[in-house]
């Protein structure tokens, strides 16, 4: 499910463990390894960089200086060409939240259009799980700060307001996410 404790070995892993993995693996080979082509091993490094990214104060400073790497990676594991299981989509999803609650983050995100356009198909998307983490993906992005107008008049313009709107009347599940994205919006 989304945004719950993966078996990773990381998760919520403290400071001091998070700094241990990133210099004995480092970002590039977790990189290559969410790039393999056997699905449990992207999986499991998908959990790994998620993890590694849960830290709000981390996750700038890791991005400033890795984000262009990460995000070169993970975008094109949405498209529909690179054909993964929702499972694996599912944890890119997660992945972008955590990245998303970076502040400056926030900003490298939005000026990825193709992910943003990836992510309003998935807030299409006939998976509820998937629609979940991309409603929340998108609420992450959209929180209030001083730069979030410009990111909701984006939002508003690429049609995701819109269809966190219509997913007011999909599953309680759905419609509770959007309904917490959409609170973002309102916040002005």
């Known amino acids: 499910?989304?945004?719950?404790?993966?078996?990773?070995?990381?998760?919520?892993?403290?400071?001091?463990?998070?700094?241990?993995?990133?210099?004995h693996f480092g970002i590039e080979q977790i990189l290559n390894a969410v790039e393999e082509s056997r699905p449990n091993l992207k999986i499991k490094a998908l959990g790994l960089l998620r993890?590694?990214?849960?830290?709000?104060?981390?996750?700038?400073?890791?991005?400033?200086?890795?984000?262009?790497?990460v995000l070169s990676t993970l975008v094109p594991l949405l498209s529909p060409v690179m054909e993964l299981s929702e499972e694996e989509q599912e944890q890119v999803l997660c992945v972008f939240i955590n990245?998303?609650?970076?502040?400056?983050?926030?900003?490298?995100l939005m000026a990825r259009e193709d992910l943003l356009m990836c992510l309003l198909e998935f807030?299409?998307?006939?998976?509820?799980?998937l629609q979940i983490a991309a409603t929340t993906c998108v609420g992450q992005m959209a929180v209030h700060d001083e730069r979030s107008e410009g990111r909701h008049a984006k939002f508003r313009r690429m049609?995701?307001?819109?269809?966190?709107?219509?997913?007011l009347s999909a599953r309680p599940e759905v419609s509770d996410r959007a309904k917490i994205a959409l609170q973002y919006f309102r916040i002005e």
């Open 123 to 129: 807030l299409c998307h006939s998976n509820s799980q």
């Open 159 to 167: 049609g995701h307001f819109a269809q966190l709107q219509s997913l």
């Open 51 to 69: 993890n590694i990214l849960s830290d709000k104060e981390e996750v700038d400073r890791l991005m400033m200086v890795h984000g262009s790497s």
């Open 99 to 108: 990245i998303a609650g970076g502040e400056m983050s926030r900003d490298l």
């Open 1 to 23: 499910a989304v945004v719950s404790t993966q078996s990773t070995g990381t998760y919520k892993a403290n400071a001091q463990l998070r700094s241990k993995i990133l210099t």
